[in-house]
């Protein structure tokens, strides 16, 4: 069975693994979520296991539970807006504007100032792993082409 690394670098875990699917689970179970995420234990309670749990799947996957979290916000906003239109910010229950900029520095949002999700997956920083950004693309293309057209997306 191969070994897959779904988040950075593993720090002091041996012998276990995570899947790409596993991560694209959970990542999925974010996604379908009514409202944001802003707890690692609303996460948790949205994926149906408690937050320790959660949190030792992300220390496994050598990333901590917070930036993980921060990665499916974002993306889960991102696709709200390509899906629904409006600003990013119109999902994020974030109240101030550096508390905002932080976010998406944290999980490497650059370059156009409205990237489409798949766009923010290629070039996010969280994950590294190759086959779980794959798996991510794979699961994010379909629902990316019910994009909403209130104008133009870069």
């Known amino acids: 069975m191969a070994v897959h690394r779904a988040f950075g670098k593993r720090r002091g875990v041996q012998s276990r693994s995570i899947q790409p699917s596993d991560g694209v689970a959970l990542v ?3 996604l379908s979520c009514a409202y944001d995420l802003t707890t690692v234990g609303a996460w948790a309670r949205e994926a149906g296991m408690c937050e320790t749990q959660l949190r030792l799947r992300c220390r496994i996957a ?3 539970a917070k930036v993980s979290l921060d990665f499916v916000r974002v993306l889960r906003a991102g696709l709200c807006r390509e899906v ?7 999902y994020l229950d974030v109240g101030d504007p550096r508390t905002m900029r932080r976010l998406l520095a944290r ?3 650059s370059g156009p100032d409205n990237p489409t999700v798949l766009e923010y997956v290629s070039a996010q920083r969280v994950i590294r792993d190759v086959a779980l950004i794959e798996e991510l693309k794979k699961v994010l293309t379909p629902m990316a082409t019910f994009r909403h057209h209130d104008g133009p997306h870069h």
């Open 107 to 109: 999980v490497g949002r």
């Open 62 to 64: 050598g990333v901590p």
């Open 84 to 90: 629904r239109g409006g600003a990013l910010t119109d």
């Open 28 to 30: 999925g179970l974010a």
